[in-house]
T-cell receptor, first 114, second 115 residues
């Protein structure tokens, strides 16, 4: 069965600090990988996605993630965070096959000190 | 661009009542997914439909049922509501083909509160 692990439950950073959130997945086949962000009281928004090709993907708001197949990882990075990045971040995976459900990680709460 | 529409956005019900949540997918999308996100939890998959047929089933209670209609909108019916059903219910849609067609677009969610 597919599963997603996010090892950091709560990360606290100061503005302008660099960010890296870890994500590992387990699945035997080809997968699609996602990072979603959920601002307080709001719905899920897609930050970035990986389907195929260049393993370094760039998303919105300066975020990027690198797919390392050998490590089953898809870590999220941002070189300099802002206070407005305070949110919950979910790593997610679904199978490359058709109409496949998304499996979410447990989420990482990011708090940015102004 | 058109997005996934969910209605209502907020719903308050009493225990043992019923509720119906509606989801209107992005035009031309043929696959609909339902997820439940409890307070402080990650979204959990409930059920999905592809071309009006159930395509996958997750942790959906027997008290819940869902269907997809000929216009591809979907309804989640919830009966005998319990306090633990209070959650944010997301709908997502995709063009249910392989690979990049499987990207799911999420709606704003329906926040259900059971009193």
């Amino acid at each position: 069965a597919q599963s997603v692990s996010q090892h950091n439950h709560h990360v606290i950073l100061s503005e302008a600090a660099s960010l890296e959130l870890g994500c590992n997945y387990s699945y035997g086949g080809t997968v699609n990988l996602f990072w979603y962000v959920q601002y307080p009281g709001q719905h899920l928004q897609l930050l970035l996605k990986y389907f195929s090709g260049d393993p370094l993907v760039k998303g919105i708001k300066g975020f990027e993630a690198e797919f390392i197949k050998s490590k089953f990882s898809f870590n999220l990075r941002k070189p300099s965070v802002q206070w407005s990045d305070t949110a919950e971040y979910f790593c997610a995976v679904n199978a490359y096959s058709s109409a496949s459900k998304i499996i979410f990680g447990s989420g990482t709460r990011l708090s940015i000190r102004p | 661009a058109a997005g996934v529409i969910q209605s209502p956005r907020h719903l308050i019900k009493e225990k043992r009542e019923t509720a119906t949540l509606k989801c209107y997918p992005i035009p031309r999308h043929d696959t609909v997914y339902w997820y439940q996100q409890g307070p402080g939890q990650d979204p959990q998959f409930l059920i999905s439909f592809y071309e009006k047929m159930q395509s996958d089933k997750g942790s959906i209670p027997d008290r819940f049922s869902a269907q997809q209609f000929s216009d591809y909108h979907s309804e989640l019916n919830m009966s005998s509501l319990e306090l633990g059903d209070s959650a944010l219910y997301f709908c997502a849609s995709s063009l249910g083909y392989r690979g990049e067609g499987n990207e799911q677009f999420f709606g704003p969610g329906t926040r259900l509160t059971v009193l």
